[in-house]
C-alpha cells in the first residue's frame, strides 16, 4: 500500500479538481481556472507514482 501512496494522492487530488471544474462550469465561476492545473499536476503524481511502484 505504501508503494501506491503517490499514485492514490494524485488520483483524489485529480477527482477534487474535475469535481470542482464541473461546479465552475455550472456555476459560471473562474473556479474552473483555479481547476485546471490541479487536474494536471493529480495526473502527473498519479503518472509517477505507477511508475515508481511498477519499478519497485
Known amino acids: 500500500m505504501t508503494k501506491h501512496t503517490l499514485a492514490i494522492a494524485g488520483i483524489i487530488i485529480q477527482g477534487i479538481a474535475l469535481g470542482f471544474m464541473l461546479y465552475g462550469i455550472m456555476n459560471n465561476t473562474t473556479i474552473l481556472w483555479i481547476a485546471l492545473p490541479f487536474v494536471f499536476i493529480g495526473l502527473a503524481m498519479a503518472i ?5 511502484s511498477k519499478s519497485e
Not at 509517477?48 to 515508481?52: E, I, M, Y
Request: glycine residues 20%.
Open 48 to 52: 509517477v507514482g505507477a511508475k515508481n
